[in-house]
């Protein structure tokens, strides 16, 4: 935190073993409830498509992790399959992709 420098947990993207750019957080339990995991989500989010030009970015969670499941729906993520990660058999596929930005073209003659 910006405030008192406490490190609650860690946030950001990796390229994971399907080849997806995935998003991953985990917040220190005493500190869930707060937005953190929802606000770091979001700046990832915000980075990975205005500097780092990603198309699209995945989240996957357990599907019994309700809080990751509405922090993934917070971000503006929709729901794309059920899969299997790391051991877990049934979870949950979240994507979002960069939105689209209007682009002006001249035309020449």
Same mark, same amino acid.
């Given at each position: ?21 995935? &998003? %991953?957080?985990?917040? @220190? =339990?005493?500190?869930?409830?707060? /937005? ?6 979001? $700046? ?30 917070? &971000? %503006?993520?929709?729901? @794309? =399959?059920?899969?299997?990660?790391? /051991? ?6 979240? $994507? ?14």
């Amino acid at each position: 935190r910006k405030d008192d420098l406490e490190f609650i947990g860690w946030c950001g993207l990796k390229l994971n073993e399907e080849g997806y750019v995935d &998003i %991953g957080f985990r917040i @220190f =339990k005493k500190y869930w409830g707060n /937005g953190y995991a929802t606000e770091a989500a979001q $700046k990832s989010i915000d980075l990975g498509f205005s500097k780092f030009g990603l198309s699209e970015i995945i989240g996957r969670t357990a599907n019994d992790n309700h809080g990751s499941f509405r922090v993934l729906e917070k &971000i %503006g993520m929709t729901f @794309f =399959k059920n899969g299997e990660c790391h /051991g877990i058999e049934n979870a949950s596929y979240f $994507k979002i992709e960069r939105p689209f930005t209007k682009r002006t073209f001249k035309i020449l003659n």
